[in-house]
């Protein structure tokens, strides 16, 4: 079986939840035998790093206010997807983890046209051209039925363009619900989310994420953990509330260290958090980890703290840190509730407020209770999900 899995970028030292995901089901995938091409925009991984048979590789064509102009912008990337696989063998199934630099109109090509499509869903994109149902001006949530004129003040786009937004969002949701065959959300609020806007959920092959997890982690699951700071781990972008995290801190008598280790993201954020952070001794910004150093960073952190001010959808943070035993202090917000029962997991209800932070803070630096790990079910669960991933092609190509 040959499956196209698509993304919006590769897997590299920036990768994100949505990245990770889709390199850890290549490599799972290629175990059982599945021939797995990527296609991404930018530059593929170097050979070392590499987990799919083959890559192929567009360039980052979209416009910064896409998808204002969206159909002329992806017919452009669709003609490069059709050279690419114009000497390619057919592909039986099309997975598509995030088309958002490159777009769907590539589905139509002839190759394409009659094959299976399943999508993974790590975030809002579908029906948010911003991603995450954030409103930048502001930083507070949005939601699935905001009218598509309010898109517009996120993407700078002049008032003109509302056909443009509105007719993207629809031929996603038509899309999904005409096109797809299965689908995957990373939590059950997210599907509840998407459900709103119009997409059938019946689709809905799983609502919470699964993650593999590096194979050289096993080892720190066993050993108790030096628990000698609190840890930050993620996108260095506000929604993700490292700023209101250094204030609590800044409020906090902590005497543990706390660790930033971030992935890049928005530029003049990260300078103004760096500055901010550099005004209190306590705080250490890391230098880039990869991914399987993150793991001993991760195991010797008394607690991961999850300040998040969007609809975080699981945060691969939390599930790792879960997997090796490391508490995990996160705002509480909807699409986080599914974990609310998980003793490891604490939610900081009012997590819009410092004070609240600052109680939280706290609290993870005093928690010193025996850590109860679960990466081998973890790896269980990850095997199982890209065997029930595999079962799904099937069915979708037997029709």
Not at 141 to 161: D, F, S, W
Request: hydrophobic content about 45%; glycine content about 6%; overall charge neutral.
């Amino acid at each position: 079986m040959r499956i196209l899995l698509t993304t919006h970028r590769f897997a590299g030292d920036d990768a994100g939840g949505t990245e990770i995901l889709a390199d850890d089901l290549a490599r799972a995938l290629t175990a059982r035998g599945v021939h797995v091409s990527w296609l991404a925009a930018g530059e593929p991984p170097p050979p070392h790093r590499r987990t799919a048979d083959e890559y192929l590789s567009l360039p980052a064509a979209l416009g910064n206010d896409y998808p204002v102009g969206w159909r002329a912008q992806e017919m452009e990337q669709a003609r490069r997807v059709e050279r690419l696989l114009a000497a390619r063998p057919a592909v039986d199934v099309v997975h598509v983890l995030h088309f958002s630099r490159i777009g769907l109109e590539f589905l139509d090509l002839p190759s394409l046209a009659g094959v299976p499509v399943v999508a993974t869903l790590t975030d809002y994109t579908a029906i948010c051209p911003d991603h995450q149902l954030v409103i930048r001006a502001t930083g507070t949530q949005c939601t699935a039925t905001a009218p598509t004129r309010n898109c517009l003040g996120c993407l700078n786009a002049p008032e003109n363009a509302h056909g443009d937004v509105a007719s993207w969002r629809a031929r996603n949701i038509a899309w999904l619900n005409d096109r797809a065959r299965a689908l995957w959300t990373q939590t059950p609020h997210q599907a509840a989310e998407l459900a709103k806007a119009g997409v059938d959920v019946g689709k809905v092959v799983r609502d919470r994420a699964r993650y593999g997890l590096p194979a050289v982690w096993a080892p720190l699951a066993t050993s108790a953990g030096g628990g000698r700071y609190l840890l930050f781990l993620g996108r260095c972008s506000p929604e993700k509330g490292l700023h209101l995290l250094l204030d609590a801190f800044r409020r906090s008598f902590t005497d543990l260290p706390l660790v930033i280790a971030t992935v890049p993201d928005d530029t003049a954020y990260e300078e103004r958090m760096r500055a901010v952070a550099a005004a209190d001794r306590r705080v250490r910004w890391l230098l880039p980890h990869s991914r399987a150093e993150v793991g001993l960073v991760l195991a010797d952190a008394r607690a991961l703290l999850v300040p998040s001010q969007w609809w975080e959808n699981h945060p691969l943070v939390a599930y790792e840190a879960r997997a090796l035993g490391v508490p995990v202090w996160s705002s509480a917000v909807p699409s986080m509730h599914h974990l609310a029962d998980d003793p490891s997991v604490h939610l900081v209800e009012d997590y819009r407020d410092p004070v609240a932070w600052t109680r939280a803070i706290d609290a993870a630096s005093e928690k010193l209770a025996p850590r109860v790990p679960s990466f081998d079910r973890r790896v269980e669960e990850f095997a199982l999900f890209a065997d029930e991933t595999v079962s799904v092609y099937r069915k979708a190509v037997a029709g």
